[in-house]
């Protein structure tokens, strides 16, 4: 719980600190769940609590994966260990409005003395589809800041459902937020726009680096570029500038330069940065500019950098498959110069809890094929090391772990047949069509709309 005092209130909030979240889908009868670890995006089966709307309460023990159907569901928990993740549901009012309208102005923000471009579309539902509703009278209003009415007016809409209608900006209206308001057959629908005294920046900034990845010792050359839209080069500009180091396997950072500079006559700074010893993971450059006009603008660039004079590199970045049957980890690794390496790579798995819990040795030449099998379930993490470089990759292990494949499928009489396709299929759209292994594919008749 958070806690802000000022001199004679105070606010509170409460942030929830998790590391599990969770993905669901739910139409009202037919429901969803996958439960993901955060830390490494992999499945991670947990305890589900289902609570509906006389407050039941359904529990499934550790599964990753719910499908089943259910009705007046309320509240979904899910619990691993200490963590929580809670979603709520509420009651649809109505998914599909009989009258659906469609606001569109041309900017998102204007300056007073602009003109205001609003084009209105308006469509009829019949059975989920809509269609353009023609020749229907709608009533649009513009109102400003302090409830300042600037236009009433009613417009019809042409054969295609739309309608449009310009507003000349005051240049005497006051800056804030201004709303769209249009109502038909008394139901309305709002859109708003900013009016700002904004002025746009004329130039642009541009990062760059000489690689896309750099070994220890050896230098970036990161180099920032400011330019006129006219193409000439922004002289005498300041620009603040930082380079963090993002480690890999952690979203800690630590700030490794910074410094302010000045653009010379063809608009660059260079910025040569050598990369330290044990770095392993990214260098971000971030750049806030203002030219002689305090016109600012902000931008950043990533680079890969290694530790040590290798780059061991593998095929995948994660990896999935049942409980006892073996993954393979494959890659190569290559030196400072491009040139293929052989020997001796150290095979290092981590638990969920960051505990080593097996090690060993694999003997490689050039490329690497490296078995391994898990006989618990779970989330690992994999180091590979090679002389003074390492990676990671990452592991996922479940007895219900099911490989995808692709699905072969014809369309015959308006019918998807699936081929050799052991499981089940839904076909959706705004509603859930058919499921099983033949869908039938709804007879639908779309009237062409011109926007």
Known sequence: ???????????????????IDFISIYDGKNLKIKILNLKNQALLPADIFLIDKNNNIKEYNDIFELSIKT????????????????KDFYNQYKVYTDNKIIIITDKTIYKPGDPLHIKIHLFNANKNIYSPAENKKIQIKLIGPDDLKLMDKEII????????????LDKEL???????IV??????TYYGFYLQNYIKPDYKVKLSADKEYYFSNEIIHFKINLKYYNEQPVNNAQVAYYIRYYPLNSNNSNMIYQGIGFTDRNGNINLPIKVLPQHNGYYVLQVISVDESQRQLEDELSVKVYNGEYLIKTDNYYYQNKLNEKITISGTVTDIKNRPASGKMKIEIFDDSNKIIDSFIHTFKNNFFIPISFNNEGSYKIKLSYS??????YAYISKY????????????DNIIHLINFNGYAYLCGR???????????PKIHWKRIYL
Do not use: C, H, W
């Open 1 to 19: 719980m958070f806690e802000l005092q000022g001199k004679e209130n105070a606010y509170y909030n409460i942030v929830i600190v998790k590391s």
């Open 71 to 86: 009705y007046n569901l309320k509240k979904i928990i899910v619990k691993k260990n200490d963590s929580y993740a809670i």
């Open 157 to 168: 809409t042409d054969e295609y459902g739309g309608a449009s209608i310009d507003y000349n």
């Open 174 to 180: 006051p800056i804030g937020y201004y709303s769209v």
């Open 183 to 188: 109502n038909n057959n008394k139901k309305e």
């Open 388 to 393: 003074d470089s390492y990676t990671y990759v």
């Open 401 to 412: 772990y099911q490989k995808r494949k692709d699905i072969d499928y014809i369309i015959k």
């Open 431 to 441: 509603t859930l069509y058919d499921e099983g292994n033949t869908l039938k594919i």
